[in-house]
């Protein structure tokens, strides 16, 4: 179940399909069942994959599963620290997201829907507003103990961020 929720967890993601959360689902759905594999756990797979993301500071976890839990630190993981900076602003290229405005706002995103129709104001704004709060979202003992260094490393670079851009250093 780890190992298929963690190839399957991003399928379809709906950040790349005009913010449908449901193709993913459908999408792991349809793979496991020409592969063969049994409706229970097709079942847990596709909870994973239905509840991995995060979908906005105010939305709750509805991962219940140990496997799923798992998968979904080792995802938070990696949005976070030298690897979810890079990616961060990889995507925010993508999206013709500035990286940084210092006239834009920080969202906080109440539903997942409101999450999924509007993105941050700069890349740097979606740091606070998902990759700072992940390290207080982790699952278990093991994805805690590791967030912590990964979130020191993305608190530094903001402070250095904002000393060159203040033209302090």
């Keep these: ?16 399909y005009n913010g449908d959360d449901k193709i993913g689902p459908k999408t792991a759905e349809k793979i496991l069942k020409f592969a063969g594999a049994d409706k229970g756990t097709i079942g847990k797979v596709k909870h994973i994959v239905e509840n991995i993301s995060f979908k906005g500071t105010r939305v709750v976890n509805k991962i219940k599963t140990l496997e799923g839990k798992i998968v979904q630190d080792a995802d938070r993981l990696d949005a976070i620290g030298a ?11 993508w999206k013709m997201r500035p990286i940084y405005d210092p006239n834009g706002k920080v969202k906080i995103h109440k539903t997942s829907n409101e999450y999924i129709k509007r993105f941050a104001d700069s890349t740097i704004h979606h740091f606070y ?5 992940i390290k207080n979202r982790m699952n278990t003992k093991t994805g805690k103990k590791l967030a912590i260094e990964r979130h020191r490393f993305i608190e530094n670079y903001l402070k250095q961020f904002f000393n060159e851009w203040n033209g302090k250093k």
């Design 1 to 16: 179940i780890v190992e298929l929720g963690a190839f399957l967890h991003d399928i379809a993601d709906f950040k790349f």
């Design 83 to 93: 690897i979810g900076i890079a990616r961060a602003f990889a995507y925010g290229g």
């Design 129 to 133: 507003e998902k990759l700072l709060l």
